[in-house]
């Protein structure tokens, strides 16, 4: 259960390390990125065709591309793509056939759609979808389908905010339907794909944000169903698969913001449990399938904010512990799984923020590690779990945030 704390890039030197058979018993610092006394930013890791690509900062430029081959020499930066100190800001990447999509920002495109291969030539805008130096793309994270990326973009040419498709070329990048007519913005939520199908959160004429799907087509792109009736709408988040059902928190006129789970038609599409009875229920969020249940955070009324499980029923919709016992909260959150736990932070009283983990029972809930002692926080984040154990970030003093491994 000791952790081992390791310099920043020892995560890259191990995500590389499987690729390239470079790997050795001691993690050890590939590169230092950034010379000068400061963060590298380590990023956004993904991997390519036997590379590691992210996004990391050195004293000569902003936030951009880099690429490894977990060799010191074959570390270095991709492509400048904002020129200079500025940053591109990269979005969180997604991978297809030919290369990884992603977001970001120049000066003379404003922020829009890119894709690269791995390499410098390779790395290049897949289209102006917003000409002029205007920002196209939105803040939702992208999501791959058929070896296509959907995500959210707004041309400025009239049709507002709305879900648009690519292959990573220009011209198979394009609007899939103007679901809000006009210039009105569609307000696009949580692209999750699921069953065949990207499921997300929508605004239409007559309507609120519901939940929609699409098949990557007009003609197939359709309210699922009006959860809050009326224009109000129900807002969908925080999609997650589990036992080939969709589950989800969305708001309705009479209980409030609640777990709901659908198969992908409206008569299935239904309210699991009223956790907080009533219409003003302060919603449930952080949601993660384990071991062929929810697992998420959510308040009844009585206690605070604390972990709770589902298996699908109103009876099966509980609270697995009151951490953080009382009406304070523990707030659990990072739920992640490895090694037959799900890991997490959660906060207690006396403790702070600290990491916990659980077997799914209310016994085998217990916190994990106290990095501090006392009632200081470590906030353990960025959690990874990979073969070589479980990655994440945690204060060891009240500034100073490491990199540490567990093998549970």
Request: charged letters at 15%; aromatic letters at 12%; hydrophobic letters at 35%.
């Amino acid at each position: 259960m000791l952790k081992q704390k390791y310099p920043l890039f020892a995560l890259l030197f191990l995500f590389t390390a499987s690729a390239f058979a470079q790997y050795t018993a001691t993690p050890h610092l590939l590169k230092d990125i950034n010379t000068l006394p400061a963060n590298s930013n380590f990023a956004k890791p993904i991997e390519f065709n036997g590379k590691l690509l992210f996004s990391a900062r050195d004293w000569r430029y902003g936030d951009e591309l880099w690429v490894s081959d977990g060799t010191a020499n074959g570390t270095s930066l991709l492509k400048d793509i904002n020129l200079g100190f500025s940053s591109s800001d990269m979005s969180t990447p997604v991978k297809i056939s030919t290369g990884i999509v992603f977001a970001a920002s120049t000066a003379t495109n404003g922020y829009e759609l890119w894709i690269s291969d791995g390499t410098s030539n390779g790395t290049k805008l897949i289209k102006d979808i917003a000409p002029g130096g205007k920002d196209a793309i939105g803040e939702v994270k992208m999501e791959v389908l058929n070896n296509k990326v959907f995500f959210k973009a707004n041309p400025n040419d009239g049709t507002g905010e709305e879900l648009w498709v690519t292959d990573g070329t220009e011209n198979g990048t394009q609007m899939i339907k103007d679901i809000n007519s006009g210039a009105l913005n569609a307000g696009i939520t949580n692209i999750y794909p699921y069953n065949g199908y990207i499921y997300f959160g929508a605004t239409s004429i007559g309507f609120g944000n519901e939940l929609w799907r699409t098949d990557g087509t007009a003609l197939g792109t359709t309210l699922v169903r009006d959860i809050y009736v009326g224009s109000t709408g129900a807002t969908p988040t925080t999609f997650v698969e589990n036992n080939n059902l969709l589950y989800f928190f969305a708001d309705s006129f009479t209980v409030g913001r609640e777990l709901w789970v659908t198969d992908g038609t409206s008569n299935n599409t239904r309210r699991i449990a009223d956790i907080y009875p009533g219409p003003n229920s302060p919603g449930a969020s952080v949601a993660k399938s384990f071991k062929s249940k929810i697992y998420f955070r959510a308040n009844s009324g009585v206690g605070g904010f604390e972990l709770y499980v589902s298996d699908g029923t109103k009876s099966g919709t509980k609270i697995l512990k009151d951490i953080n016992p009382g009406n304070t909260s523990s707030t659990p959150d990072f739920l992640t799984e490895h090694n037959g736990y799900l890991y997490f932070t959660a906060n207690v009283s006396g403790k702070g923020q600290e990491m916990w983990r659980t077997d799914g029972t209310d016994t085998g809930t217990q916190l994990f590690y106290e990095f501090i002692t006392g009632s200081a926080s470590s906030s353990p984040n960025n959690f990874i779990s990979t073969p070589k154990g479980l990655f994440f970030t945690a204060r060891s003093t009240a500034q100073a945030r490491e990199l540490y491994i567990t093998n549970g």
